[in-house]
């Protein structure tokens, strides 16, 4: 079925340097997207969302891009901390799918002091 | 109110045995969802309540799993005759409204053994 996937399974980037992790999906159907960050032992926590009708969404030290006509998604991180070293997983909601959301694979980052 | 809880954390159990896991969702949220999360993947749908209805469940629910919240607060997920296959991590998350901007709340799970 159709699902969403991650391109890189491992990440590593210096200290203070920008990190830009990826994802895709196949469903032209999804509306809703949200990026979370789970650590090791912890349940996923929530760092960012974006709607279908946007292309672009800032946090503090986050970014979400959607680019819609290739089903990608983007998080980028600026300036990478220690504590950001987590694995990062995509979810998207389809329109008209209830209550469900449906992960990605996950990518782990890496910082390297 | 510090979050969604789950108990046990960790539950180790042999092939055969019946378990069951509870969840409690933030107080004031009456949407409640179990995922389950196997080694490297994401998070899957297993099951969705709204108040003490169970409006949505996913076909990875066999007939051996059971969810119940029966005063709409706090909910419990039962296995039966385990199989090594369910060796999993699951996940009770909460939300107050359906897709809420802030996502679901997810507690720290109870990751499941069965040897």
């Known amino acids: 079925g159709e699902s969403v996937g991650l391109h890189l399974p491992t990440l590593s980037v210096q200290e203070g340097d920008n990190s830009i992790i990826n994802c895709a999906y196949s469903n032209s159907a999804s509306d809703y997207f949200i990026w979370y960050k789970q650590e090791s032992g912890k349940g996923p926590q929530f760092i960012i969302d974006?709607?279908?009708?946007?292309d672009k969404r800032q946090g503090q030290r986050v970014t979400v891009l959607l680019n819609k006509t290739v089903k990608h998604l983007s998080l980028q991180i600026a300036a990478t901390q220690p504590g950001d070293s987590a694995v990062y997983f995509c979810a998207e909601n389809i329109n008209n799918a209830g209550n469900m959301l449906t992960f990605g694979g996950g990518t782990r980052l890496m910082v390297k002091p | 109110d510090t979050g969604v809880s789950q108990d046990p954390r960790h539950k180790i159990t042999k092939r055969g045995q019946n378990v069951t896991f509870r969840c409690d969702p933030i107080s004031e949220h009456n949407r409640l969802y179990w995922y389950r999360q196997t080694l490297g993947q994401g998070p899957e749908f297993l099951t969705y309540f709204q108040n003490e209805a169970q409006l949505e469940k996913s076909r990875l629910l066999s007939d051996r799993f059971s969810a119940e919240r029966p005063k709409g607060s706090f909910s419990t997920l039962e296995i039966q005759r385990t199989e090594q296959g369910d060796s999993a991590m699951y996940l009770c998350a909460s939300s107050l409204v359906e897709i809420p901007s802030y996502g679901y709340t997810f507690g720290s799970g109870t990751r499941l053994t069965v040897v």
């Open positions: 974006i709607r279908s009708n946007m």
